[in-house]
T-cell receptor
Framework: DSGVTQTPKHLITATGQRVTLRCSPR?????VYWYQQSLDQGLQFLIQ???????AKGNILERFSAQQFPDLHSELNLSSLELGDSALYFC?????????????FGPGTRLLVL | GDSVTQMEGPVTLSEEAFLTINCTYT??????LFWYVQYPGEGLQLLLK?????DKGSNKGFEATYRKETTSFHLEKGSVQVSDSAVYFC???????????FGSGTRLQVQP
């Protein structure tokens, strides 16, 4: 158990809908990262937050957004969903310093868009 | 840009066989290197890491040595078990970058 929690574990929805994925980082970690794992694209970085502020953006679509709250949990919002958004979405957290940039991953949320 | 190349899978071995999964990387800075493992239906677990050249990471019988001269971080295990069946991902975090760059993953199947 990495200490990173994600809910829900599974999500099934329809095209055009909006969903929210939730992540709680390890105790004491200020950084949260979101990654998407799909069969055709592999593991891709979406976005990072540090202590409530956006710090880095990767291949995140404009239909997707995220935020980190004062209690450090984060939410990833996916809107106008398309079939191609079906994937496993991971959240990771990292310590403030040290450990060579190690990121600890949650169990993921599996999204299926029908 | 940064990239990680892993050997194509699946790798199929018999129990107690020796395992090597090749990983090479391209980075502009001085990256830290990682191996993550994903068991069926589960998330990514950190298996081992190395933060500088010639460091050896080890865990659960798995080892990998950070070879700067060959830009490699090959994963090895002397005797695999059925329970090692999983997908293994090599990853790097380059200096000045915030995200991990992952390889495409290598599926390992160990047969009894």
């Amino acid at each position: 158990d990495s200490g990173v929690t994600q809910t829900p574990k599974h999500l099934i929805t329809a095209t055009g809908q909006r969903v929210t994925l939730r992540c709680s980082p390890r105790s004491g970690d200020l950084s949260v990262y979101w990654y998407q794992q799909s069969l055709d694209q592999g593991l891709q970085f979406l976005i990072q937050y540090y202590n409530g502020e956006e710090r880095a953006k990767g291949n995140i679509l404009e239909r997707f957004s995220a935020q980190q709250f004062p209690d450090l949990h984060s939410e990833l919002n996916l809107s106008s969903l398309e079939l191609g958004d079906s994937a496993l979405y991971f959240c990771a957290s990292s310590p403030r310093q040290g450990e060579g940039g190690t990121q600890y991953f949650g169990p993921g949320t599996r999204l299926l868009v029908l | 840009g940064d990239s990680v190349t892993q050997m194509e899978g699946p790798v199929t071995l018999s129990e107690e066989a020796f395992l090597t999964i090749n990983c090479t990387y391209t980075a502009t800075g001085y990256p830290s290197l990682f191996w993550y493992v994903q068991y069926p239906g589960e998330g990514l677990q950190l298996l081992l890491k190395a933060t500088k050249a010639d460091d050896k990471g080890s865990n659960k019988g798995f080892e990998a040595t950070y070879r700067k001269e060959t830009t490699s971080f090959h994963l090895e295990k002397g005797s695999v078990q059925v329970s090692d069946s999983a997908v293994y991902f090599c990853a790097l975090k380059d200096t000045g970058r915030r995200a991990l760059t992952f390889g495409s993953g290598t599926r390992l199947q160990v047969q009894p």
